[in-house]
Every structure is written in structure tokens, then in C-alpha cells.
């Protein structure tokens, strides 16, 4: 077991370490910051200055050293544009972002498990039929085209939804969130649904997948001839066997999520980090890009302990120290 | 042509406005871009400069067609060529209760070249300035490196803090407790990519704001804020998508509000190289000299281009031909210059007058998202170019590559824009067209490195006449011979417009600016 | 994204009839996947033939009008020809760009993963085949890459890389490859401990032509019930990335981007220009996706009854 972590550790800090090289390497090859933030007016001195001023006058190398030095201190640099430290940009906005992601999340599951395992009980029915082929088109239709249709449908011509933007937000353990609020919900409830709506597809699938095979697994034949109810053999002994495969892809997917909401965030105008590093990287603030990433890395080693020892308490023929080499 | 053209509402100016029929006066507006800082002095971005006009007040104020008009100076003259003195106004009180005085000036002109990591300092209005000496509490006198017309012009830009505040950081603004100002309106919180909230100053000395409360929400995507304003939850918005201008004027619940822009729309070119990188024959092969040295093609370019097709067709009429670096009107604009007609078959023959008569091809870069419908425009221009036998290849990208691509002058012929803050065209003859000189800051932005005597002196010569009409009849001729020389060529004026709900008027503004204190209720 | 996980077996080959025959009728057995293989079928056609079946060639800026921009459909152009979905701001006739949209979005869809497939399963069957400090090597760099989002390194990639049809292809192979590598690997390592790999090993064989000419040939059903999936995952991630404003030249419009330029006119009524494309975008990926399940649910040998 501490074996594991350790090597867990020893690769992520070998990936924040290359993730940041290319960073910078991709920064300083797509443009120079200076040319985009300056004021049009500006001359030659105020540009030296400006360039001085962000530190942007030594040479790449000497830059990153100062980066990597400075982030073992635990200081990611400050953000050209905003002139505040880059981590507290990324973790004002990471509340929003995280209630978005963990909704989808949510909706994805509370729907899309009842749906999946009726499609995976009744295959051949009309409204098997039906989940799935609707699933399929939670899978195809772009994420940005379904956002704006639920704009125009929700808040357009049935006014029923806010169109866009965050909601009220109320503090909670010194973190504001709009979840609390009946006017945060009403503002959350169309980002949520449209990030959810891809997930809710791979649930419903994964949910009807492993559905049609724990049915035919010997264990429930044998349930089935002892006389167990099927209310309790689809209850208890197939959503058990479901759940193994949803708890691992819905963590790996929690990332992508966060990633995702890229996308959702632009179209709603939701106040997140994934249009903090689309509007970061419109502007090159390279201090800020590098710490989304650095963020999204940990997270990501966070998500996956945690789903590797949830699916060693889920399954107990796997064991951490053997789940991965 | 007037200059302003208040479309749907009532005639503007004859409207008469009566205070607050709404019971709790509330305001919610809709922004395009985003505010990075609360600091007035940390970065000279419009969005910033935008909402630092509601809780600061400047020396000198522009009125919505950017003229020069009182603000915290009460009125100001010249004493000799670098010598200005301003009497300020009395009775001016912060928003923490204390008097504005002469003090507060030099605390404000002493952090201006202080705050730490600008990417873009406000010096550029403050380094003309060579020193400053308080007389009384409400008189002070300002001296210049030399004689320096545009001194009120810049101090315009200047946001006055109060001299408590001459050492707060960055942080303090943004944390708001260092948002002392004078302005119509108080800060009352910011979340940051998200909403600013104001609320009224009723200490403020001018005009008495419509609104308790303001509410600036921050919404960039376009489609996003429309659907906002359609469903009621903005009762204003800025930058309307001209996509959606012609369904919003028929909306019998929303109001629009357009005026012409002191941003223009232009084609800048490489005057400068022998050969130039993006011009080749039609086979792609180099050419032996740069057509676009030659007056005759660049006529030739001018006179392809239907500005009318594209103000119509790909702006939606949301802009004007443009024939000079300024709408008619602004200080320093011609006459005499009006823009090129859509002309196929004189394009053609000046091209082969010129030794072009099978034309040749180029690539028009332009970024993809800085400017009204830009990367549609590119390609418009490439199909009336196709027309007169140059074939046109298109190039967009992101502004974040453009600009410094084009900075490093790898494009032969570009699209660009340029606001002129200042509302004269000093600013832009000096940074886009003078011969480019790093040392005096002239031509900065002459990225086709265009060079004219003639003109440079005509610029020189009124840059240092401190007599406006003087120095306007120079700078008309300075205009005129750049703009007869297509050191530029010239597209359209963008229209900045703004969208209401029915029941809330606004004065469109010449400088982007979206002022809550403009907006007023409709008894 | 993830694809669904498929380290299967392939299919068993008991029936009297060929194993080909029985897969083509087992196929066919679902009247919708016979329906997805038929507008497949369709769209494949229009893409390939996109040139010569278009009324105009959206590509070429000399053909355009701007006066003719946005055109209701079924108006005339001013030269009479009609436009049956109207046109784009620039004068573009939304049928012919739909073809050729079309055909670009496919041509970079079908290219991204078969670039990738190729990559993937090298990896992947080099991993399995050797073992020791080359899988585990490969298999923490496809492990790393998993984690990471897709949109994310595409993002960053094509941000680095600028625009461009090569760029975007470059951007969606390093994404996808990955995905192969691990589908590979998995079926890779079932297939290693089968007898006829160790017989072939026994009779000398180079490594070369174990992995190539035995192993290869036996993993490949899996990966191409997953080359379906990212085909249609590859479309779908053009189309967003080129919303986000990064990939295709805005010349050379593939679907996604077709829909982005008129998403800024979807409020104002002008639905055609985002609403044909997006129609056109749907149909291709989920005739792909219908396409792909009924082949994972043929050639999985545990649900066969």
C-alpha cells in the first residue's frame, strides 16, 4: 500500500513537472502577452517596461527556473492580467465549477441508473428501445448546440429558467455556492442538465450493459431458483454488480467534467474555471494556465485514489496494492 | 450625415426625463467584457476604465461625443505653451466624507507610475506632465516637457483617488476597501468574472443618478446576453450582436440605442519591403518588386471594395463607410475626404496601368476575434479582390497570435481596428501612420511601416501648436495626405450600440463606455 | 471521453454457418442499426462525391456573393439559382456546404482515428507482447493520458499549434490514441496465453512476425467495434473545438463549424445556418454510434444466445 502511493506521488510530480515545460514552451511559442494586454497608444518605453514588469525580459530558461523554484514554495506566480496570485484566481472560481460538475454528476446518476437498468431488464421493449436510442443522441449532439436550444427553449419562449449566469450565492464553510439558494437552483438547473446530458448517456448504457450480462451470470440464475424475489435480485444482486463499472468511468469522468464545463461555462456564462482558462488562454496569462493545469493534475490524482478505493471496498477481489501493476 | 441616429424610442434629445418612476430604482446591465481589476490605475483597458468612471471622477470629464467638458476641475487654461492651471471644484466630497482637494491630485499623479506589474501603465497619460505645484487648495498648476496641446485630452483619463488611498495596493481595490472615489456611485462588492454591485452616491456633486442600486453583469458570450435581456433578467445590455439587431428592432419590448463609434475598420499594408512575404504571382511564385509600393494598386484595392455591400450585408448596417481615420465631425477630420466608391472596372484599369493587368495574390491575415464580425469581413474583402483578378487567400487566428505576429511585421496586408481614446486624430495619425520611430514613440502601431515626409512634418508641426484651430487645420492636412497616399485603407466606423428594455433610455456613446448614471427611466 | 470498455474475445466460429455469415445476419437482425448502416451508407456517398454533386464549390471565395448572404431557403440567387437551405453570411449555399462539410468533417474524423488506431495499437501490442519496463513505460504514459481531459490537451495543443486541417488531426490523434493502446494491450494479453501464440513462438518465429501476422489479425474486432466510437467521438470534438474558435481555416467550414458561425444567428431567427449543419452533424454521428453498437453487441460473445 505505501508502496503504491509513493509511486502514485513519484509520476504525478513527473507529470506537473512536464505538464509545466510545455506549458511554457506552448505560451512563449504562440505569442507574446505584452502584444495583446499593452494599451494600442503605448511606446517603446512603456512596452520595455510592461515587458520588465512581468518578467517576461529574461530568457525562457531563466523564466521557468524562476517558476519552478518559486512553485516549490508553493507560489504559482500572479497573473499578468489580473495581478493577483494565480492559485487564488483558480480556487474563486473552483466552487462554481465544482457545484456545476458534481450536479451533472448527480443527475447523471439518479436518472440515468433507473433508466439503463430497465432498458437492460426489457431489451427488446418499445421503451428499451427508446432509452437507448435517446442515449445515443446524448452522446452525438455537441454539447454547445444542446446549451443554446435549452436557452431558447427554457428561457426564451417559456420563461421558465434564467437564461444565463450564476445565481445567488450564499457562504457556506467560507465557500460561496449557489446550490443553497432557490435562485441559485433556478440558474443551475440548465448548465447542470446540459453537462449531465452526456453523462447520463454513458450511465444509461453502462447501467443497460452491465444489466443484460448480470442476468444471465450464474449468480442470478441460482437467486432466481432459490426464490428470491426479482424486486430483491434487481435491488440488491445486479445493481451491486452495475454499480462497479458506473463508480469507476463516473470518477474517471468527474475530470472531464470539470473539463467539459469548458464549454458549458461559455454558453451560459457561468463564472467557473473553465472560462477563467479559455479567456486566460485568450489573453496568454501564462502564470494562470499553468496553475489551472497544476490544479487539474492533483485533482485527478485525488479523484483516482479515491475511486480505486472505492472499488476495492465495492469488490473485494481487488485490492489496491494489485489494481494498478 | 448626423451623428447620432437614435433608431427605435422616442427622439432622444427631446425626450424629457423624469426621475424615478420605479419604486425601488434598480439596474441591472449586461457587460460584453470582462473587468480584471478595481484598481483605476493598474491596467488602461476600456471594461476597467468603464466601471472606474462610476466610482472616481476625472479633472476633466468627456461628454458622449468624447468633447472635452468639466469634471473635478472647474475649468482650466493656458498660461504659457507648457504652463496649464486648473481651478478645481468646491464642495466636492469623497465617498468617505472628505473634501477633494488639490492634495489629491498629486497623490493620484504620484501612484499613477507606482502600481507594480501593470501590463499596461497609465503612464502613457502622465509622461508629458514635467511637474505639478499646488497654489491653494483649489488651484494648481501643471507644466509640460514642452508645449503639449493634448494635456486635458489625457488628464480625461485619469481616475482621482483620494490621497488616503496614495499608498493602497492593488488588493486594496479589488478587496474594495480602498474604492474612495468621487464619482456618482460607490462600490459596494465585485465577484470577480461574475457581477459588480454599486450603489448611489448622494453626495455625488453632478447630476443626481436614476438608480439606488446598479448590477453590471458580466456576460461575454453574445447569444448568452440577448437571451438575458429577452428574458427580462437585464434591463440593459452593451455591444449588441449585429446578428441580432435587426430582430431586436422589431421587438416592440426593447429599445436601441446606436451611435456611430470612434473606432475604424481598416486594411493596413506593407508600403515599406521590396518584397513582401504574403505578395506572389498567381502561380505562388515571388514577385520581382511589391505592388503594394505603387499608389495606383493600393487605389486599385481601395476602389474593389463595395463598403456599402459589407456595412449592409456582413455588419447588418451596424457601421459606416469610412473614408479618414475618424467619422465626420471629430476633431481634425477632413472635409475634403470622403470614402472610395465600389469601382470593378476602374480597379482594373489603374491595376493594369500599374503592369498588373492579370493581377496577383495575396493573403489577408486578420484575428478571428477582436473586432465586430472580423474574420467575415476578411473573407468578404477576398471575394471583391477575386473580382478585380487579385486572388485572395485568407488568414484568421486568434488576436492572441495576430497581434504579435503582426508586430513582428509577418503580414503583407491586414485587418485592423483602432479606437481612437482621445476622440481627435492625432492618435491615430501618430501611432498608425507616422515613420515608425521607437525613440519618440511615433508610429507604434504602423504595422505596414508606411512613410511620408510631408505628412510627419504636418504631424510634428501640430503636435507642438497649442491654438485648436490652428492645430485642427494641420491635422487635416496631415489626414489628407495620408489618407490620399493609402497609408491606410480604410473600411468602415463601427456603430456602438446598447439595448433596453422598453421603459429605460440611454445616451449611445462615441467611446464604448456603458454609464449607469446615462441610463434613465422613461415615465 | 471514455469509450466502453471492450477487452473482449473475439467471436467463436461453432455455427455451421462461415463466422462471416453469422456476423452479417446477426447484424442485420436489428432493424435501427440496418437503418444507421443505410444513412451511413447515404452520407458516406455525399462526402465522397461532395464535388461533383454540390451546385456550387462553398470552398472557393471567388464563387461566392456577400449579397447573396442569408438568404431564406428556397430563395433564388441573384443569378436564379435556387438555394434549397439558403445561405451563410458570406453567400455560401448551406447545401453545397453541408456536402462539403461533410466530407471535411469525415475526412478528419476518419483520419484522426485511423492515425491513431495505427499508433495505439502498436503501443499497445508492443506492451503486451514484450512486458517488463516497455509495457509498464508505455502503459503509464497511456494511463497518464487517460486521465488527463481530451478537450484539455486539445485545447492546449491546438492553441500551441494554430489552425489548420493538419493541426487539428495532430491535436485529436494525440488525444485518441491512447484509448487504442489500452483496448489492444487488454485483448493483446488474453490472446498472448493462447496456444497458438506459444506454438508459433515454439516453432521459432521472429517477434516481428508473431505480433504482426498472429497476434495482430486476433485483436482486431474489439478495436474496431472501438474505431467507430472515436470516429464519431473525433467529429464531435472537431465540432466543439471549432465553437471554442480553435481548428478549421473559417474558409473551409466543416460541420462544426458550420454550426458555430450560426449559432450567433440562432436568436435572431436565422435558423438555417446552424440548424441544417447541426440536422446533417446529428444524422453522421449517430448513424456511426448505431453503426458501432450493434457490432459491439454482435461480436460479444457473452451476450450471444
Not at chain 1, 9 to 32: H, T
Not at chain 1, 257 to 268: D, L, Q
Not at chain 2, 408 to 437: H, I, Y
Not at chain 3, 76 to 91: E, I, N, R, W
Request: aromatic share 10%; charged share 20%.
Amino acid at each position: 500500500m505505501p508502496v503504491y502511493f509513493i509511486r502514485r506521488m513519484m509520476q504525478s510530480v513527473l507529470v506537473l513537472f512536464v505538464m509545466s515545460l510545455l506549458v511554457f514552451v506552448g505560451v512563449f511559442a504562440i505569442g507574446n502577452p505584452i502584444d495583446i494586454l499593452i494599451s494600442p497608444e503605448a511606446d517603446q518605453h512603456e512596452i520595455e517596461r510592461a515587458t520588465r514588469a512581468l518578467g517576461l525580459d529574461k530568457p525562457l530558461w531563466e523564466q521557468y527556473g524562476l517558476f519552478v523554484v518559486n512553485a516549490l514554495k508553493g507560489d504559482l506566480g500572479r497573473s499578468f492580467v489580473f495581478n493577483i496570485p494565480a492559485i487564488d484566481l483558480i480556487l474563486q472560481r473552483m466552487p462554481a465549477t465544482m457545484e456545476l460538475a458534481i450536479t451533472a454528476t448527480f443527475m447523471g446518476v439518479l436518472l440515468g441508473i433507473p433508466l439503463g437498468m430497465w432498458a437492460g431488464l426489457r431489451p427488446e421493449s418499445f421503451s428499451g428501445k427508446l432509452i437507448m436510442s435517446g442515449s445515443i443522441l446524448g452522446f452525438s449532439l455537441p454539447t454547445f448546440w444542446v446549451g443554446l436550444m435549452l436557452i431558447m427553449i427554457f428561457a426564451v419562449f417559456l420563461g421558465w429558467l434564467p437564461s444565463t449566469g450564476r445565481g445567488q450565492t450564499r457562504e457556506f464553510l467560507g465557500v460561496h455556492l449557489s446550490i443553497l439558494t432557490w435562485d441559485g437552483l433556478r440558474h443551475l438547473a440548465m448548465p447542470a442538465f446540459n453537462l449531465a446530458l452526456f453523462k447520463l448517456s454513458l450511465v444509461i448504457r453502462l447501467a443497460r450493459a452491465g444489466t443484460r450480462e448480470a442476468i444471465l451470470q450464474d449468480y442470478v440464475k441460482f437467486a432466481r431458483a432459490k426464490g428470491v424475489s426479482s424486486r430483491r435480485i434487481i435491488g440488491v444482486h445486479v445493481f451491486k454488480n452495475i454499480m462497479i463499472p458506473i463508480v469507476t468511468v463516473l470518477g474517471l469522468e468527474l475530470g472531464s467534467t470539470i473539463a467539459f464545463a469548458v464549454v458549458t461555462e461559455t454558453v451560459f456564462a457561468w463564472p467557473g474555471m473553465g472560462k477563467l482558462i479559455i479567456d486566460s488562454i485568450n489573453l496568454l496569462d501564462r502564470p494562470v494556465i499553468v496553475a489551472y493545469l497544476m490544479v487539474i493534475v492533483f485533482m485527478f490524482i485525488f479523484i483516482n485514489l479515491v475511486v480505486d478505493l472505492l472499488y476495492s471496498v465495492l469488490d473485494p477481489r481487488v485490492r489496491i496494492s494489485e489494481s494498478k501493476g | 450625415m448626423k451623428r447620432i441616429f437614435a433608431a427605435t424610442g422616442a427622439g432622444l434629445a427631446a425626450a424629457v426625463f423624469l426621475a424615478s418612476a420605479v419604486a425601488a430604482a434598480e439596474i441591472t446591465i449586461g457587460l460584453g467584457a470582462d473587468v480584471t481589476s478595481m484598481d483605476p490605475h493598474y491596467h488602461t483597458l476600456s471594461p476597467n476604465n468603464n466601471i472606474a468612471t462610476h466610482v472616481f471622477g476625472t479633472l476633466i470629464d468627456q461628454d458622449e461625443m468624447q468633447k472635452l467638458k468639466p469634471g473635478l476641475a472647474e475649468s482650466w487654461r493656458i498660461i504659457d505653451d507648457s504652463t496649464w492651471e486648473f481651478k478645481l471644484r468646491r464642495g466636492v466630497k469623497f465617498h468617505d466624507g472628505s473634501d477633494f482637494t488639490a492634495d489629491d491630485v498629486v497623490a493620484t499623479l504620484a501612484r499613477v507610475p507606482a502600481v507594480p506589474n501593470s501590463p499596461a501603465a497609465f503612464t502613457i497619460y502622465t509622461k508629458s506632465i514635467a511637474g505639478v505645484s499646488v497654489v491653494d487648495p483649489h488651484t494648481m498648476i501643471v507644466k509640460t516637457a514642452g508645449p503639449y496641446p493634448l494635456l486635458p485630452t489625457d488628464l480625461s483619463n485619469i481616475f482621482i483617488i483620494s490621497q488616503k488611498q496614495a499608498k493602497a495596493a492593488t488588493e486594496d481595490f479589488n478587496a474594495g476597501k480602498a474604492m474612495n472615489g468621487t464619482g456618482p456611485f460607490k462600490f459596494a462588492s465585485w465577484a470577480r468574472g461574475d457581477r459588480i454591485n454599486l450603489v448611489r452616491n448622494d453626495g455625488y456633486w453632478g447630476p443626481k443618478p436614476a438608480w439606488d442600486k446598479v448590477t453590471f453583469k458580466l456576460i461575454t458570450n453574445d447569444p448568452s446576453r440577448v437571451a438575458a435581456l429577452l428574458a427580462g433578467d437585464l434591463n440593459a445590455i452593451e455591444i449588441v450582436p449585429t446578428a441580432d439587431m435587426a430582430k431586436l428592432k422589431t421587438n416592440k419590448d426593447i429599445n436601441i440605442f446606436r451611435v456611430v463609434s470612434n473606432r475604424i475598420i481598416f486594411f493596413h499594408l506593407d508600403t515599406d519591403r521590396d518584397v513582401s512575404p504574403f505578395v506572389t504571382d498567381k502561380q505562388g511564385k515571388p514577385l520581382d518588386r511589391n505592388p503594394l509600393k505603387d499608389l495606383r494598386v493600393r487605389k486599385a484595392l481601395s476602389k474593389a471594395l463595395n463598403r456599402p455591400g459589407i456595412v449592409d450585408r456582413v455588419m447588418e448596417g451596424e457601421a459606416i463607410p469610412a473614408g479618414q481615420l475618424l467619422p465626420d465631425g471629430f476633431y481634425g477630420t477632413s472635409p475634403n475626404l470622403k470614402p472610395e466608391a465600389y469601382d470593378v472596372e476602374g480597379a482594373r484599369k489603374l491595376l493594369a496601368e500599374a503592369g498588373y493587368p492579370q493581377g496577383f495574390a495575396i493573403t489577408i491575415h486578420g484575428p478571428n476575434n477582436r473586432y465586430v464580425n472580423d474574420e467575415k469581413i476578411v473573407q468578404a474583402a477576398a471575394q471583391m479582390f477575386a473580382r478585380i483578378g487579385v486572388d485572395a487567400k485568407v488568414e484568421t487566428m486568434p488576436s492572441n497570435v495576430f497581434f504579435t505576429r503582426a508586430n513582428k511585421l509577418e503580414f503583407s496586408f491586414m485587418l485592423v481596428g483602432w479606437g481612437s481614446g482621445t476622440g481627435e486624430v492625432s492618435s491615430p495619425l501618430r501611432s498608425l501612420l507616422a515613420t515608425f520611430d521607437a525613440a519618440r514613440g511615433m508610429g507604434t502601431a504602423n504595422r505596414g511601416r508606411y512613410s511620408n515626409k510631408q505628412m510627419d512634418a504636418l504631424l510634428d508641426q501640430a503636435l507642438a501648436t497649442v491654438d485648436d484651430a490652428k492645430r485642427e487645420k494641420l491635422l487635416q492636412q496631415a489626414s489628407e495626405v495620408a489618407i490620399n497616399n493609402l497609408g491606410i485603407i480604410p473600411l468602415h466606423y463601427q456603430v456602438n450600440s446598447w439595448a433596453t428594455r422598453k421603459g429605460v433610455m440611454y445616451v449611445p456613446r462615441t467611446d464604448e463606455n456603458t454609464l449607469a448614471l446615462e441610463f434613465k427611466p422613461r415615465s | 471521453m471514455t469509450a466502453p470498455d471492450t477487452a473482449l474475445e473475439p467471436a467463436l466460429a461453432a455455427k455451421p454457418q462461415t463466422p462471416f455469415q453469422r456476423f452479417l445476419a446477426d447484424f442485420f437482425d436489428s432493424k435501427i442499426a440496418t437503418a444507421g448502416l443505410v444513412v451511413l451508407a447515404i452520407i458516406l456517398f455525399v462526402a465522397i462525391f461532395a464535388p461533383w454533386i454540390s451546385p456550387q464549390n462553398p470552398y472557393d471565395l471567388s464563387k461566392l456573393d456577400i449579397m447573396d448572404g442569408r438568404l431564406e431557403p428556397g430563395t433564388k440567387s441573384m443569378d436564379g439559382k435556387p438555394f434549397l437551405l439558403g445561405t451563410d453570411d458570406q453567400g455560401r449555399d448551406m447545401l453545397s456546404a453541408i456536402f462539403y462539410g461533410l466530407r471535411t468533417s469525415l475526412a478528419v474524423g476518419v483520419t484522426a482515428s485511423f492515425c491513431a488506431m495505427i499508433l495505439g495499437m502498436t503501443m499497445g501490442l508492443t506492451a503486451a507482447y514484450f512486458g517488463g519496463l516497455v509495457e509498464t513505460i508505455i502503459m503509464r504514459i497511456v494511463d497518464i493520458q487517460l486521465s488527463f481531459p481530451s478537450i484539455l490537451i486539445a485545447l492546449i495543443l491546438l492553441a500551441v499549434l494554430g489552425q489548420g486541417v493538419d493541426k487539428i488531426i495532430i491535436a485529436l490523434i494525440a488525444v485518441q490514441w491512447a484509448y487504442y493502446a489500452r483496448t489492444t494491450r487488454g485483448t493483446a494479453l488474453v490472446e498472448r496465453r493462447k496456444e497458438y501464440i506459444e506454438a508459433a513462438q515454439c516453432l521459432a518465429l521472429g517477434d516481428r512476425r508473431v505480433v504482426f501476422r498472429h497476434l495482430f489479425p486476433n485483436c482486431l474486432p474489439p478495436i474496431i467495434v472501438v474505431n467507430t466510437v472515436l470516429i464519431a467521438n473525433a467529429i464531435a470534438l472537431e465540432a466543439t473545438l471549432s465553437f471554442l474558435g480553435l481548428g478549421l481555416p473559417i474558409t473551409e467550414p466543416s460541420l462544426g463549424l458550420l454550426i458555430a458561425n450560426g449559432f450567433t444567428y440562432l436568436l435572431s431567427g436565422k435558423y438555417w445556418i446552424s440548424f441544417f449543419p447541426g440536422v446533417a452533424l446529428l444524422f453522421t454521428i449517430v448513424s456511426i454510434n448505431l453503426v458501432g453498437d450493434q457490432l459491439r453487441d454482435v461480436l460479444n460473445p457473452r451476450l450471444q444466445k
